[in-house]
């Protein structure tokens, strides 16, 4: 498939992680893990472009084959396996196809999915006759001027004609299906890059002749943004009142000069575009304006009405009827007027605010240029930046027009702890899965429902912490109510990304579920050697997606659910046992606070007084790390910890030598979270970052218990020697025999339940 290039994809995309990865030694740390970005491998990217483009096929053509559609993708032979009825319809579903990659990074997915599709028309249509009759078909029945359609009409024909075949599937793919936003503007330069190696490899070459007779690439600004997905526009224009009109008009003639620019090459009228682009953008401002300062002039002869009403009131008496019996009331007649005069005004003015909040919008709209390729928008809106209207974020499913028909990507991984600044942000989104402890990537899931046209399809590829942690609850609520989930991939065991959280692929169609409705799901629980892709598809299994819990989800056949069951109504929630958990001591700088036995000692030593080492040696106590305690047992490696608790009230002055050891750290014990410092915190410079209130329960018996996932969880006894680190936690009890919980907490059922069930 690609081997054919010299120059491999993939290599674009390695690149782009790379250079992500670039270190910053002013903050101690690489944009890649700041942006959350890391290359999705080609098997998977396939994969995930294989099962989405199947969805999209069944829900256009009714009645496919399953094992036709198989031997469509299939790469083992040429042969179309569809009759000519079938093929006519496939190529008009590709034709149709609107796929959008939100945090399209490099562009693995839609190029992923452009090569699919080149092989799948290539089956279909070896000649290209039918697809070109498509393109030119679409052409003669949109374009209304009779002299431009000719123009498209011989330039289609002249693609195709001079072009090897797959010039002409790709160009027309990219300009039809392919779409892709990034908040990172090199991930667009980058994603445009790789699509033109693409189209490059098809252009046959005359060197004889200037430029080697290649025809200049097409202008991709408007198929790949740089901008924010999750920030939405609070005004759209496909629902604007029949009042404002013009607007209508001026957004169609600026999609069609957009269209027009994507295959332009001669620069003076790519630049006469832009300037066109511009100047209606700015029309559309002062159609807008224009309106709303005729509405609220109309405030001004209402007011005069107003002030023309006599003060004094003008009485008459008026028969006012119920159901019993006939009365006579005066009214105010003067009162009356002026109270509608009120309403009208008051309507007038909610009419001018609502106009102005749609002007701010357009201040967004307006200053946006598709053509600056360095400053990305703030804002994501479809039918502004590609032409393609969605329902809004409030709208329910099957409401408005258009949508992508696929959804597909790798959202970054962010932990929620480094988006504080846009959480009010996203709040204001009225996000349904909105929690102030959500990692970022979860509002794509439903910023991507949002995106889909009723009965699309979406694929991503994320962490699979919300299957389970607390945090993914509304996202699991929303999505089983909302989607039907098709299919989820669960790598638990198996690392998708070197260096990097597990993770899960999920597959579902936006339509609410029927209630017999059974998901498809593949559990990794360990390394696979060979080819991932025939693992999952060997080891699916089904189970109904009215089985899953908003407790989290459990991918698993009947036979375990109902042992799940079984355990929760037999067995008490530890929630509800007499116990406390408490965290390991965070200290925002292990280096200065984590000492081994010899630091301690020199310590120790450089005391002046026995009252001083006394007080010391009660601040130095002894330390696990999660990789030390095992099951029933821990193994002490010798390191101590510095604890130096707020709630301790510790006077340093009075402890000279640990004074003189932290002071050595200079600068990097401030806790005032600047780059190289620790945390902000109201903590003194001298003391640990976690206030630690409860450090007296370290000293009691306890039971002790890492916090990985990657192994078994390992729970041990201590009789109050031992602190623990934050990679681990403690378990108190006094009304309990701490050993039986011990023992229950390291049986063979509750090991298998934690892992497997929760």
């Given amino acids: 498939m690609d ?358 919008t357009f201040n967004k709209v307006i200053n946006w240029d598709p053509y600056d390729t360095e400053h990305p928008a703030d804002w994501f809106a479809p039918e502004w930046m590609f032409g393609i209207k969605t329902p809004s974020p409030s709208e329910g499913e099957g409401r408005g027009e258009g949508g992508f028909d696929i959804v597909i990507g790798n959202p970054p991984y962010v932990r929620q702890e480094k988006i504080k600044n846009l959480k009010p942000a996203l709040k204001s989104q009225n996000y349904q899965v909105w929690t102030s402890t959500a990692d970022l990537y979860t509002y794509f899931y439903e910023r991507g429902y949002q995106l889909l046209r009723p009965e699309g399809v979406l694929c991503f590829i994320s962490s699979n912490k919300w299957l389970r942690a607390k945090y993914g609850e509304k996202l699991r609520v929303f999505l089983k109510e909302n989607t039907e989930v098709l299919n989820i991939v669960d790598f638990s065991g198996h690392p998708v990304f ?71 109504r037999i067995g008490v929630p530890l929630k509800e046992w007499d116990v406390r958990i408490f965290r390991g001591v965070l200290t925002g700088y292990n280096k200065a606070f984590i000492i081994d036995t010899e630091t301690r000692e020199e310590i120790l030593r450089n005391c002046r007084t026995e009252e001083e080492r006394r007080l010391t040696e009660e601040i130095i106590r002894p330390v696990l790390r999660g990789r030390d305690i095992g099951r029933y047992y821990y193994n002490w490696a010798g390191l101590w910890v510095i604890g130096t608790f707020p709630a301790k009230n510790i006077n340093i002055d009075e402890l000279p030598s640990l004074k003189s050891y932290l002071k050595s750290f200079g600068d990097r014990l401030k806790q005032d979270g600047k780059p190289g410092h620790r945390k902000k915190t109201k903590n003194k410079w001298f003391e640990t970052q976690d206030t630690i209130a409860y450090y007296h329960e370290f000293e009691k018996e306890k039971i002790i218990f890492n916090k990985t996932t990657k192994t078994d969880y390992a729970f041990a006894l201590d009789n109050g020697k031992m602190f623990v680190n934050q990679s681990s936690y403690i378990m108190v009890s006094e009304n309990y025999d701490i050993l039986i919980i011990l023992a229950i907490l390291n049986s063979a059922l509750f090991r298998y339940a934690y892992k497997e069930l929760y």
């Avoid at 472009?49 to 094992?67: G, R």
């Avoid at 089956?123 to 009759?133: I, R, S, Y």
């Avoid at 682009?277 to 001004?300: L, N, T």
Wanted: glycine content about 4%; charged content about 30%; hydrophobic content about 35%.
């Fill in 498 to 568: 070197e260096q990097t959280v597990d993770t899960n692929i999920i597959l579902f169609r936006k339509r609410s579920p029927a209630e017999n409705h059974r998901l498809s799901f593949t559990n990794i629980t360990n390394k696979v050697d060979g080819d991932i892709v025939s693992y999952i598809r060997q080891f699916q299994k089904t189970m109904p997606q009215g089985s899953l819990s908003p407790t989290a989800w459990t991918l698993t056949d009947e036979a375990v659910l109902r042992l799940k069951e079984k355990i929760e």
């Fill in 3 to 360: 081997e054919e290039v010299a120059l491999d994809p993939e290599l674009l995309g390695k690149v782009f992680e790379n250079l992500l990865a670039s270190y910053n030694p002013e903050t101690a740390t690489t944009a890649r893990k700041a942006t959350g970005s890391y290359y999705t491998p080609r098997e998977v990217v396939d994969y995930m472009v294989e099962e989405s483009l199947k969805e999209y096929f069944k829900s256009q053509i009714s009645n496919l084959d399953p094992a036709s559609l198989d031997k469509l993708f299939s790469y083992e032979d040429d042969e179309n396996p569809f009759d000519e009825r079938t093929t006519d319809l496939l190529i008009n579903a590709i034709h149709n196809l609107r796929v959008i990659d939100p945090a399209v990074g490099s562009g693995a997915f839609p190029m992923g999915v452009l090569h699919k599709l080149v092989h799948i028309l290539h089956k279909l249509d070896p000649h290209n006759e039918k697809w070109k009759a498509e393109q030119i078909r679409a052409v003669s029945e949109n374009v209304k001027d009779p002299v431009l359609r000719e123009v498209l009409i011989n330039k289609i024909e002249e693609e195709f004609r001079i072009n090897e075949l797959d010039y002409g599937r790709k160009i027309y793919l990219i300009k039809n299906c392919l779409f892709g936003v990034d908040i990172q503007p090199i991930a667009i330069q980058i994603c445009k890059l790789r699509f033109f190696i693409s189209l490059l490899v098809d252009v046959p070459v005359d060197k004889s002749k200037e430029n080697f007779d290649i025809e200049p690439l097409p202008n991709l600004e408007t198929k790949f943004v740089a901008a924010n997905t999750l920030m939405g526009l609070n005004s759209r224009l496909h629902i604007l009142p029949e009042k404002l009109g013009p607007l209508h008009d001026l957004y169609e003639r600026l999609f069609h000069l957009r269209q027009e620019y994507f295959q332009t090459a001669d620069n003076e009228k790519k630049r006469e575009i832009r300037d066109q682009d511009k100047a209606i953008r700015q029309q559309m401002e002062r159609v807008i304006k224009d309106y709303m300062e005729g509405v609220a002039r109309r405030i001004g002869p209402l007011k005069d009405q107003l002030n023309s009403i006599p003060e004094e009131p003008h009485l008459v008496t008026v028969e006012e009827k119920d159901l019993f019996e006939t009365r006579k009331v005066q009214v105010d007649l003067n009162e009356q007027k002026r109270k509608e005069i009120l309403e009208r005004i008051r309507s007038i003015r909610s009419e001018v605010d609502s106009y102005k909040r749609m002007l701010e």
